[in-house]
């Protein structure tokens, strides 16, 4: 977990494979509204969020303990809705039961997540413009 351009793909990938688990690139599960705001330079909302979220969610349950998922998870009420399905553990709303869930935050220097994001804005790798980097450093608990 964490910001854009911390690691997530390239340590989740490595970590998987140690594991030989399967890997999940959470951002392939954005919908689409969601990567034409990003590549918009549009900061995403809670509201936004939560249907990416609930994909994410609905993998963990089908995997288990054997999936290693890249994915922000900027804030304790996204953790916990990929942990219980539902932003609150004690609501039965949309929850599947638990799932036993670690995280591991990345947490580079702001510096370098700067280089890194600049980079791959070069390489024209990612629909996660720069720009973008403030916000998320912002929405980070």
């Known amino acids: 977990m964490g910001v854009a351009g911390c690691g997530k793909s390239s340590v989740g990938t490595a970590l998987a494979r140690a594991l030989g688990a399967p890997f999940l690139e959470g951002d392939e599960l954005h919908p689409p509204e969601n990567i034409a705001k990003m590549r918009s330079g549009i900061p995403l909302t809670d509201e936004d969020r939560w249907p990416w979220l609930y994909r994410i969610r609905e993998r963990i349950a089908k995997f288990g303990d054997r999936l290693v998922v890249s994915c922000s998870a900027l804030k304790p009420v996204y953790r916990n809705l990929l942990c219980w399905g539902a ?35 070069a390489a024209g790798g990612h629909f996660m413009p720069p720009s973008l980097l403030g916000s998320q450093l912002a929405a980070l608990e």
């Open 87 to 121: 932003p609150d553990p004690h609501s039965t709303a949309a929850s599947p039961g638990a799932s036993r869930v670690a995280y591991i935050l990345l947490q580079p220097s702001e510096a370098d997540l700067r280089r890194r994001l600049a980079a791959r804005a």
